[in-house]
């Protein structure tokens, strides 16, 4: 184990995969001269040069779309689409192309595509830089969406989903990227689609994933001090979805609080509720409470942009409300 | 068509639009499998998951059609990149044909496209099979350059527009162009020019034109066209191409009668070929489901 932060381990992980598979290839504005917006690529161009990471112009529908035409053909691209905002230019594509291709071709083709990209807000950057769109992700079949929250699965998602053989995305997220936590050394593949129990817990169960399951994480430690003994549960994949590990969990604890960065209407929150709704009713002797963003466009000062995003102090009172003013 | 195919060797990869089934017979795909695939039969192409409009034949290097207009653009610039990240080029090298209608030239991927595969140097040539409609809508409502082989030139493309109708003179404009691709890595911006004589679809009453206009277009059919020409060169007889009428009659007969035998897909096949790792998704109890096989969740 080492301590490293999300971003190098992030890095790493590309270095890595670039180094082993020559058919792995990097795709994207400004990953190469530039090193990255968010310096995710940085040194990579000098090492590898042009042919393994190609700078692209601004046109997120054709340079996607050509990472999955070369997907195709048995290359394993890796796109880094600057933000998750950007994602929207390039939907058909990924909507209508990467995800369907298998089934469209009766399973002649594979497109084994990854495309990374951030979401998240916090960083005053206004409504259309600081969305979480990775519901639009889950809700296609033919799609996996992975959402690593720990540097460890920054490395073990980011590898697994260059050698998976489906089209993943891999959602980052903007306040995450500095955070630092120990990575296995060496070769570390994570199974894409299991849940992990990031702290064991009795009385109630706390959901979330990406910068969510970070800070729900946090609030149970905090809880554990005021004799609260809270589960937390990051969900690490989007789509497949470990809905095992939720229940099991909700079967125990009998109470669930789930977080996420996303608007509340038909976010992955509601997916989760369901979730509980159909594998541990019969367990809950509270109701299932979501803590979400505010449903507005986020915006810019920074007074109305902290009201907006979910935080520590809104999943607590959500975690005291369901356990009936502990 | 058959000049546009007649231009391709085997080893070169084919992109195609929804309008994509005499290509697929053309590049040598089972007729009994493509009508298999039309009627939804196990014995499709795509075991009846993609219908009409998507054939893929990955054997005979049919990338596909695509229902969505101009979705296949960017993809065939990928499978380009991908010849040109494998290997250089040479005369013997693969390239990709990318074909588009006219109404496509209009949308953002067209331009993304080809703006990509000039500025990288990829083996793609492009091809508007230009029939004058998109729908209903003529070609000068919908392009401000309606010489479209012209809008490759802001990309120092390439291009040039040939009569559609003309088989021989499609067959060459092609292989040159292909020729160009293989051993340069250069792509090309080719417009053929034609006529639909038909509706859109089998809603399309073709009301935006008049029977005299059809009639004259008919007339000008490339078709029966070409077999004539063929006749008057002494190529081809008359009983030789009657002969081939009937030969395609049969073949045709013959790929109603499998695709009429072969088995509608069975339900319990309902989650194949979505994923190349089964995805635990939804509890549904459906049949086949990966997560509860079939029972309920």
């Not at chain 1, 807000?121 to 996996?144: D, F, I, R």
Request: glycine share 10%; charged share 20%.
């Amino acid at each position: 184990m080492t301590v490293i932060s999300y971003r190098q381990a992030l890095h790493d992980t590309l270095r890595a995969e670039l180094q082993r598979d020559e058919n792995v290839f990097l795709l994207g504005e400004e990953i190469g001269v530039f090193e990255g917006s968010y310096k995710i690529t940085a040194g990579l161009l000098a090492e590898f040069g042009p042919r393994r990471v190609r700078d692209t112009p601004i046109c997120e529908e054709g340079f996607t779309g050509v990472a999955i035409g070369a997907a195709m053909m048995g290359l394993r691209p890796v796109v880094e689409i600057m933000t998750i905002n950007f994602s929207l230019l390039a939907i058909d594509q990924i909507v209508n192309n990467a995800a369907k291709l298998r089934s469209l071709s009766g399973g002649q083709i594979s497109v084994p595509l990854v495309i990374r990209t951030p979401g998240g807000g916090g960083q005053q950057l206004s409504a259309t830089h600081s969305q979480n769109l990775e519901v639009w992700y889950a809700h296609v079949p033919g799609l996996k969406v992975v959402a690593p929250a720990t540097c460890a699965d920054a490395k073990g998602l980011l590898a697994a989903a260059i050698r998976d053989d489906d089209p993943v995305l891999v959602l980052e997220n903007l306040a995450l990227y500095n955070t630092k936590g120990e990575v296995p050394d060496g070769e570390h593949v994570a199974e894409i689609g299991r849940a992990a129990v990031l702290k064991p817990g009795r009385d109630v169960t706390i959901v979330g994933y990406s910068r969510a399951a970070v800070i729900a994480l946090d609030v149970a430690r905090h809880l554990e001090d005021g004799g609260i003994s809270a589960e937390v549960i990051d969900l690490r994949s989007l789509r497949p979805l470990d809905r095992d590990t939720v229940c099991a969990s909700v079967r125990k604890t009998s109470r669930a609080v789930i977080v996420e960065d996303d608007w509340l209407s038909y976010g992955t929150g509601a997916e989760i509720a369901a979730t509980i709704a159909e594998g541990a009713f019969d367990y809950l002797d509270a109701p299932v409470r979501r803590v979400a963003a505010a449903e507005v466009p986020l915006p810019y000062a920074k007074p109305l942009e902290l009201a907006a995003l979910p935080d520590a102090g809104a999943i607590t009172r959500a975690i005291r409300e369901t356990l009936g003013g502990h | 068509m058959v000049g546009l195919t007649a231009a391709l060797r085997d080893e070169d990869y084919l992109f195609a639009t929804y309008r994509e089934h005499g290509y697929a017979l053309a590049r040598g795909a089972d007729p009994g499998r493509v009508m298999a695939e039309l009627f939804g039969r196990t014995d499709g192409l795509s075991n009846g998951r993609g219908g009409s409009m998507h054939l893929f034949d990955t054997a005979r290097r049919l990338l596909g059609g695509y229902g969505i207009v101009g979705g296949q653009i960017p993809l065939a610039t990928g499978a380009a990149f991908a010849i040109a990240y494998k290997d250089a080029p040479g005369p013997d090298a693969p390239a990709v044909m990318c074909l588009l209608g006219d109404a496509t030239t209009n949308i953002g991927a067209f331009h993304e496209s080809l703006n990509l595969a000039a500025l990288w140097h990829l083996p793609v040539v492009y091809v508007i099979v230009n029939n004058q409609l998109g729908m209903g809508t003529p070609v000068e409502a919908a392009a401000a350059e309606p010489e479209l082989w012209k809008r490759g030139c802001a990309y120092r493309m390439p291009g040039q527009r040939v009569d559609g109708n003309d088989v021989v003179t499609v067959r060459d404009a092609a292989r040159t162009a292909l020729d160009r691709a293989r051993g340069e890595h250069q792509p090309t911006l080719l417009e053929t020019v034609s006529y639909r004589l038909r509706g859109h679809s089998v809603v399309d009453a073709a009301r935006y034109r008049t029977a005299e206009d059809t009639e004259r277009l008919r007339r000008e059919d490339p078709l029966p066209a070409f077999r004539s020409h063929l006749i008057a060169s002494d190529v081809l007889t008359d009983e030789a191409a009657s002969q081939l009428d009937a030969e395609a009659g049969k073949a045709v007969a013959a790929a109603v009668d499998f695709a009429d035998a072969s088995p509608p897909p069975d339900v319990a096949t309902l989650f194949e070929h979505v994923y190349a790792t089964p995805a635990a998704s939804v509890y549904r109890g459906l049949p086949g489901d990966p997560v509860t096989g079939g029972e309920p969740g």
